[in-house]
């Protein structure tokens, strides 16, 4: 987190959203993007995507502009962890290991198919992650997790 906090802090203030999953970029007027979140858009000159190229593809509405062979070789990029996405449940106490378990744990069915427990020294901050097929991670994502 120090390298995004140190990012974050050289930003003007108010121009850091979070929890704004981009959805959709395409192409607008005077040679710039659009880009869209939550309902909201914004345009830009040039966007950086801290995706690997695959998910990318998977998981956003990229500009029809783009060549068809980029397309697919960006799709084709293979990433170590496949198309997986990371995802985070907190707790307010380890409540596993209380239990006598690991926390941890692997499953085929719903969005969640890997579970690690991840909390800090003592159990503080309590927190689970599991790894998640990208593409089945949308705008309702909280809540299949759940």
Do not use: N
Request: hydrophobic share 45%; charged share 20%.
């Amino acid at each position: 987190a120090a390298l995004t906090d140190a990012l974050a802090a050289g930003l003007p203030p108010g121009c850091l959203l979070l929890e704004h999953p981009v959805r959709r970029l395409a192409s607008a007027p005077g040679d710039r993007l659009e880009v869209e979140s939550r309902g909201r858009r914004w345009h830009a000159r040039h966007v950086v995507l801290a995706l690997p190229p695959s998910v990318a593809v998977d998981t956003l509405e990229l500009p029809v502009e783009l060549p068809a062979e980029l397309v697919r070789v960006a799709g084709a990029v293979p990433t170590w962890m496949g198309q997986a996405a990371k995802v985070v449940a907190a707790y307010d106490t380890p409540f596993w290991r209380d239990a006598g378990l690991a926390g941890a744990g692997a499953r085929r069915l719903g969005p969640v198919q890997e579970l690690h427990d991840m909390s800090g020294p003592g159990g503080v901050p309590a927190a689970i992650f599991g790894f998640a097929p990208s593409a089945l991670l949308g705008t309702d994502a909280e809540e299949r997790v759940r």
